[in-house]
């Protein structure tokens, strides 16, 4: 009898082990889908033309608009000019979590694809004289490598004098405040809130909603927003911390989703 429960409890053990080692392992699938969609559905192709689309038109409008400052247009790197869906897939792939040394490991390589209508906006503000700065939380160890990609694709001003990147802090504010030094920032773009304005870098518990809505007028006119379902800041707010299990995150995950009962 002894024997039996003592084979019981090693099987229970067991099968507890087998349990949690598959949580582990899909520990990533819950970036299949985003992915999926970044890199396969067109409307994600027409979301980027549309927000480019429309930042040609009230860049046109800005212009005609005399200021004693020269005029500037801010963007932030990826998921805005640059598609780093491979470096999502590879952590699907590979089943391995962020960091910086995955991250390097395909920033160097130099290999991102423009993503629909960015190239083509670096060229119309250099075509009407407004300048363009790269203002990415890129590390600064990644500027070459990030310039060589850029380059490669057609974009302008990749050249180190219109990259501000991370040095310290990853607040993008400092850095907006040297170009509003010598130039008339006009607009921003990016895929991410704190990349128009520091307003947004402290959410709240409804995790920016009211600041959206505060400032709803800007959105399509001074700051352009382009679609990322993989990855943000957003995400602060759901996991709050970053010492979590991945069976902690993904409790989270479905705790967070709304249904209809």
């Known amino acids: 009898m002894n024997r039996l429960l003592l ?19 899909i520990n990533q699938d819950h970036l299949i889908y985003a992915t999926l969609w970044f890199q396969s559905s ?5 979301l980027y033309h549309q ?36 470096f999502q897939a590879q952590e699907i792939i590979d089943n391995k979590e962020f960091s910086s040394e995955f991250w390097n490991e395909w920033s160097q390589l130099g290999k991102a694809k ?20 790269y203002i990415s939380n890129r ?3 990644e500027l070459d490598a990030t310039i060589k990609n850029l380059d490669s694709l057609g974009f302008s001003f990749a050249k180190p004098e219109y990259f501000l990147l991370k040095e310290n802090e990853s607040s993008k ?12 920032i006009v607009m921003l773009i990016g895929d991410n809130l704190n990349d128009f304005s520091e307003v947004f870098e402290s959410r709240g518990d409804d995790w920016g909603a009211s600041l959206v809505e505060q400032y709803k007028n800007e ?10 379902p993989m990855y943000g800041d957003w995400e ?19 705790q967070a989703v709304k249904g209809f009962k």
């Open 7 to 25: 084979m019981l409890a090693l099987v229970l053990v067991v099968f507890t082990s087998c349990k949690k080692s598959t949580h582990q392992e």
């Open 42 to 46: 067109p409307e994600n192709q027409a």
């Open 51 to 86: 927000g480019f689309n429309i930042a040609k038109m009230q860049l046109a409008q800005f212009v005609s608009v005399k200021s004693e400052k020269p005029k500037a247009v801010v963007v932030d790197i990826d998921e805005t000019m640059l598609d780093n869906s491979p």
């Open 114 to 133: 423009a993503l629909p209508g960015a190239k083509e906006f670096s060229n119309f503000c250099d075509s009407i004289g407004v300048t363009l700065f």
């Open 139 to 141: 590390k600064t160890t």
């Open 173 to 184: 504010k400092t850095r907006r405040e040297k170009v509003s030094a010598e130039f008339d």
């Open 219 to 228: 959105f399509g006119k001074r700051y352009i927003v382009l679609p990322n």
């Open 236 to 254: 602060k707010n759901l996991y709050k911390t970053k010492d979590l299990t991945p069976e902690q995150k993904y409790e989270l995950r479905k």
